[in-house]
């Protein structure tokens, strides 16, 4: 069934209830138990390292805060403590309209579970979504921005939804060139986005474990291209799915804004290095994008604002998933 999730809300959105989940850290190879509370309205999307000094463990979710973005985004405090592997979490967030959420984990990586966004769904959806009093914010892209690091290239145009795109090129393998498209506004998150996972080459595995990480990595939660073929015995969930990913992990990164984006971000060649440093870009180009709610944007436009009713259908729509 295609349900879009609530990004759409003219409010703010947080979980209704606690939720836990367990997995295993994809770079660490330890286990993390993870705890997602609800939070209050203007806070975002916050971290607390609960293994170390109390006190230090604080980690906004915020692009400011990233520190490293090799294979993974990694987010870090003033006091050293990083937390790795964010982007599928709040990829999963975003996806779901939550802007408010308190995340404690036991470890230094936020688990990894298939390698997909679709588990941390799951779990948000079984805790349900809460609106709140306050209306959201949004980014609104009034002009385009540009930013390009050699054959890396991103370009953020005005537009009436949030949509991301991004393009693939890996010759000589069975991923190959590929372009997609995901639409926050109105296409189906749970369903054609949150469960691409990510992927990795197995001539590059032996290295990767050398220099310390993907010790927690399995056939369990990444999809391994050798060459022309999958080793994964059951194959792919899309025949794209790796520009699914792609396409999820665009949207992860983005989540580190704090605020939706009302525009249209077409990235080629993209990794968690290209949007960081994209984001810095936009930052700084503080004339071509606004700060407004979604209210207002809609007032301004003459957009009919959601009714009451048209709310509550959606959120019936949630309940086919706890
Ligand atoms: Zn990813």
């Known amino acids: 069934m295609s349900t879009p999730l609530l990004t759409n809300s003219l409010t703010q959105q947080t979980i209704n209830n606690t939720v836990n989940c367990i997995g295993i850290g994809l770079h660490s190879g330890k286990n993390v138990s993870m705890v997602i509370h609800p939070a209050e309205t203007n806070s975002g999307i916050n971290f607390i390292r609960k293994d170390v000094t109390p006190g230090q463990g604080f980690i906004p979710g915020r692009w400011y805060n990233v520190v490293n973005t090799k294979m993974s985004t990694t987010i ?53 979504i809460k609106d709140q009093k306050e209306d959201r914010n949004i980014i609104w892209i009034q002009r385009p921005i540009e930013y390009r690091n050699g054959d890396k290239y991103a370009i953020l145009m005005p537009g009436s939804s949030s949509k991301f795109t991004a393009e693939i090129q890996f010759d000589n393998t069975v991923i190959g060139t590929n372009v997609w498209s995901f639409d926050l506004t109105h296409d189906d998150f749970k369903n054609t986005m949150s469960c691409a996972r990510t992927f990795g080459f197995a001539d590059e595995i032996n290295s990767l474990i050398e220099v310390g990480l993907i010790k927690g990595g399995s056939l369990s939660n990444a999809i391994i291209v050798d060459g022309k073929e999958i080793i994964n015995e059951e194959g792919l969930r899309f025949k794209n799915e790796f520009v699914r990913h792609k396409v999820l992990d665009c949207i992860g990164d983005f989540a580190l804004l704090g605020y939706q984006i009302l525009g249209s971000y077409f990235a080629r060649k993209p990794g968690h290095e290209l949007n960081h440093q994209f984001i810095k870009a936009l930052i700084d180009n503080r004339s071509a994008w606004s700060y407004i709610t979604l209210r207002e944007y809609n007032n301004m436009f003459g957009i009919k604002q959601p009714d009451k009713d048209s709310k509550e259908q959606r959120l019936e729509s949630h309940a086919v998933y706890k």
């Open 76 to 128: 870090g405090n003033e006091y050293g403590v990083t937390l790795q592997t964010v982007e599928h979490l709040l990829a999963a967030l975003r996806g779901c309209g939550i802007d408010n959420a308190l995340i404690e984990v036991d470890g230094p990586e936020i688990p990894i579970m298939d390698g997909s966004a679709a588990p941390f769904v799951d779990v948000l959806l079984n805790a349900g």
